[in-house]
């Protein structure tokens, strides 16, 4: 309150209120003045990116000035807010984005080519902010973009880590880690540095008996962090509402703690705990779908987790309401386990520093947290050591405990004499050390817990998390199923094709409901129509073609069919797969007579991905793709009819390329692996054919475009554990296709056999886990599917159009809508 305008003045104050620029002239005017003043160049000196810059800086004046509107309005509506809690936001770039979300983008265009500049090369000077790693910080991605175009009172809270994921070089075949340094030029986060929190770590938990002879805890004595805001707006397509996206970063705290040292003199120690400090936000963990228990990892969630928890605290204690009311203005989501120990902290301030009973303090966490999971691979699931949590969090290792006794105890009571049942469930597993189950964890802790596509959330409910199911009733478990945000994945990545859509349904509209791609069905037989569609499909893999050629010296036939693998490299996505089937294709285009050969499909086999840096057997995979690449490209008798293409540091902005420019892509991951999958939908969304299993959400993409429009193959989820058990005790012959290709292998074909070994031994001695062998038949009788039903260009362009009317579903404005009704009870401000 203090802190504003007295009212009085208010009016002179309106009267020079910062307004937005809305056509041409007046934006050239402030790309200009950002230029030659904020920037300090002049157009004696003006490169591309002093030009983006100014354009940046322009837009960024637009969003502030909705940004600031919707806070005030949200504040002074106070309705219930979501929090959404993720470690990752992978956000990529944000300046094409924010112009096509103002729709102020054609205006845009036209000023910046009268200044002299093509807006294509200005928008490529963005570096992307790649604060996670895949799939899930993606997803969080698109939530926030849908959050904001529906209206949504939402904030993200994250980490603003000082390097993102690694840029990917590939050197003589190998993948190389190099830095994200990303920051040194951001306009699109602003430091709060009013917003402070001070976060302590260590230390002791004291006990003592207040006045009214309760025991009550201090932790104390510990070392303090600080942590800074800083806020990135997020805005809505086609609404003023500009949300906001909070990111801490870490600090030496400034607090009394400090200085003791400084006094005594101890100068060195004082800049290494300063270093120490900073260090906490300073890097992205680089795995995907795989948990490492580092300690710096657990002190980042820590970190984020408080500072965040204690602002929502502060915003909700200025309503002046009582605590009772806290889940009916607060809902927050878990973006997996990652920021479980919210659910501790948020106890802990209840009955350590509000002084609420324990009762009551629990009533209010378990109607506040919502819990997404995003996987069941055994290895990706959080177990934190006892030993590790006792030393940095003494006082939340407490409370864990006291709440596993209490659930313990009432499942005890519904289930007596089941001793197994309290070990399976315990949130403690007696090993050694013990650990900390979080999933466990945050399915107690939470109100609602989801999985993300209709298989995936039916498979934790038979399996991992079966007893919860048993003990809490099937009701506190649901689906939904993700989605993909139609502004950034169709609208921004494929202009042409969203203004042909455009044209036939007669305006935008289909982008804020996507479901109003069915009106393209009646499109999708006229030959006219098909022929404009197939063009854009070939000017996307000229431009795919073209920079292929620039990066790697591959030519490419933009006529050849693209088959595109493009995501994080894991042996369950099955890459490994995908490279073998190449290998057989190649096999056995050698073997053909010239005419045969001439009847061949031409193919170009593209993949890309990161594989996470400890990873030894991914980078293999890596590093066997890049070797048949070699041999293949350069064998004269296979010419066109065969490519393989690694494209290096795949990433958002990449995908924005990728994702129109396929024919067909590859969603290939042994059956009941992969959770949902987010890319599946974006090629669909951008009229290309997938191949894939019968996994995540392909089997929800079928159900809506029609089994003939897919190629799908393989075993089923249900198959797995017989197939796997069969493999253990010797029971399986190699598929001999597969068989051929290994041999190929070993003979040296694609060089020293000695590195492949791994990749080998995984499908013979080591039991073929991720079942490439029962697949690989069905695989490579799928592909030729592929290629027949590629011949038909009608058919396959009418396939097309037909999967693209069929879409909507997968939009992640109702993925977001899911949630608001099914799991926060979230209501959209008016506008
Ligand atoms: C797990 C641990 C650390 C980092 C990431 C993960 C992770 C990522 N777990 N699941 N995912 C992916 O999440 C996507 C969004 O829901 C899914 O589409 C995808 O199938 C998951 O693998």
Redesign the pocket.
């Known amino acids: 309150i203090e802190s504003s305008i007295p009212a009085p003045l208010r009016d002179t104050w309106k009267k020079f209120a910062a307004t937005e620029f809305k056509e041409k002239e007046a934006f050239q005017k402030e790309v200009v003045k950002h230029i030659e003043t904020t920037l300090a160049r002049s157009l004696y000196n003006c490169d591309e990116l002093a030009a983006y810059s100014g354009v940046a800086l322009a837009f960024r004046d637009r969003l502030i000035i909705d940004w600031n509107k919707t806070q005030q309005a949200h504040t002074l509506l106070d309705q219930k807010r979501v929090y959404y809690l993720s470690l990752?936001f992978l956000m990529g770039r944000t300046l094409d984005n924010a112009m096509l979300n103002q729709q102020m983008k054609d205006t845009a265009v036209d000023g910046i080519s009268e200044l002299g500049f093509r807006m294509e090369d200005l928008i490529d000077q963005e570096h992307d902010a790649a604060l996670g790693?895949?799939?899930?910080g993606r997803?969080a991605a698109c939530f926030l973009d849908s959050l904001a175009s529906l209206n949504f009172p939402a904030w993200g809270y994250g980490l603003r880590y000082r390097y993102g994921i690694f840029k990917q070089e590939i050197i003589d075949g190998y993948q190389v880690e190099v830095p994200d340094y990303w920051l040194d030029f951001n306009p699109w986060e602003f430091p709060r540095h009013d917003i402070t929190v001070d976060i302590m770590f260590y230390g002791h938990v004291r006990k003592y008996t207040e006045e009214d002879g309760r025991t009550s805890h201090v932790w104390e004595g510990g070392e303090v962090v600080q942590a800074l805001a800083y806020d990135v707006p997020i805005p809505g397509y086609g609404t003023p509402t500009t949300n906001n996206l909070r990111l801490w970063s870490s600090k030496p705290s400034t607090g009394e703690f400090d200085f003791q040292k400084f006094n005594s003199g101890d100068y060195e120690s004082s800049v290494r705990d300063q270093q120490r400090a900073e260090t906490i936000s300073a890097v992205l963990y680089p795995?995907?779908?795989?948990?490492v228990g580092k300690e710096l990892r657990l002190k980042q969630q820590y970190f984020w987790v408080a500072a965040s928890l204690y602002d929502i605290v502060r915003r909700f204690k200025k309503s002046g309401r009582a605590w009772s009311d806290f889940p009916e203005q607060v809902a927050i989501q878990l973006n997996?386990t990652?920021p479980t120990l919210a659910i501790v902290e948020l106890q802990r301030i209840l009955i350590d520093k509000e002084q609420l009973d324990w009762d009551d303090a629990w009533n209010i966490v378990t109607q506040t947290f919502g819990y997404t999971n995003?996987?069941v691979l055994p290895e990706?699931l959080e177990k934190w050591s006892v030993p590790l949590v006792q030393n940095l969090l003494p006082r939340h290792l407490q409370i864990i405990y006291e709440i596993n006794l209490y659930f313990l105890q009432t499942v005890e009571r519904r289930f007596p004499k089941d001793r197994d049942l309290l070990r399976r469930v315990s949130i403690i597993e007696e090993s050694n050390p013990q650990v900390i189950r979080m999933a466990y964890l945050a399915i107690i802790g939470s109100k609602k817990v989801n999985g993300?596509a209709e298989l995936h959330s039916d498979l934790i409910k038979s399996t991992i998390f079966k007893d919860f199911v048993t003990i809490f009733g099937p009701d506190k478990f649901t689906n939904v199923t993700?989605g993909v945000t139609p502004r950034r994945w169709l609208h921004q990545a494929n202009p042409k094709l969203s203004a042909l859509i455009a044209e036939k349904l007669g305006g935008y509209q289909f982008l804020k409901d996507l479901t109003l791609l069915n009106g393209l069905e009646k499109w999708a037989d006229d030959k006219d129509f098909q022929r404009e569609w197939m063009d854009i499909k070939y000017s996307n893999k000229q431009r795919l073609a073209k920079y292929i050629k620039e990066t790697t010296g591959i030519a490419v036939n933009p006529h050849a069919l693209f088959d595109i693998q493009v995501k994080r490299i894991h042996e369950y996505k099955r890459q490994q797969m995908n490279i073998f089937g190449v290998i057989s294709r190649y096999l056995a285009l050698k073997k053909m007579t010239k005419a045969e050969r001439a009847k061949q499909v031409q193919r170009v086999s593209i993949f890309g991905g990161k594989a996470a840096p400890g990873y030894w057997m991914a980078k293999t995979i890596i590093r066997l793709i890049t070797a048949v690449s070699e041999v293949v490209n350069n064998d004269i008798d296979v010419g066109d009819l065969l490519k393989v293409v690694f494209i290096e540091d795949y990433n958002v902005s990449k995908a924005e390329f990728l994702c129109p420019a396929s024919d067909l892509s590859e969603h290939i991951s042994t059956a009941g692996t992969?959770?949902?999958?987010?890319s599946n939908m974006k090629f669909v969304l951008n009229g290309g054919l997938i191949i894939g299993t019968c996994d995540?959400a392909n089997i929800e993409i079928t159900r809506e475009i029609g089994e003939d429009r897919i190629f799908l193959f393989g075993h089923l989820a249900e198959d797995v554990e017989d197939l796997r058990h069969a493999h253990r005790y010797g029971k399986t012959e190699m598929d001999p296709a597969l068989r051929e290709v290994c041999d190929e292998i070993q003979k040296g074909t694609f060089g020293d056999p000695g590195i492949f070994g791994g990749l080998i031994h995984a499908l013979t001695d080591g039991g073929d886990y991720y079942l490439v062998s029962d697949d690989f038949a069905s695989y490579l009788a799928t592909h030729k599917l592929v290629d027949e039903a590629f011949k038909d260009p009608q058919s396959w362009a009418n396939k097309c159009i037909m999967s693209v009317s069929a879409m909507g579903f997968f939009t992640s404005d109702r993925a977001i809508q899911e949630y608001a009704e099914n799991i926060w009870n979230l209501e959209p401000v008016p506008m």
Do not use: C
């Not at 795995?287 to 948990?291: G, M, R, S, V």
């Not at 992969?674 to 987010?678: F, H, L």
């Open positions: 990752e790693n895949g799939g899930l997803l795995n995907d779908n795989i948990d997996d990652h995003h996987t990706a993300v993700n992969e959770a949902s999958g987010t995540g």
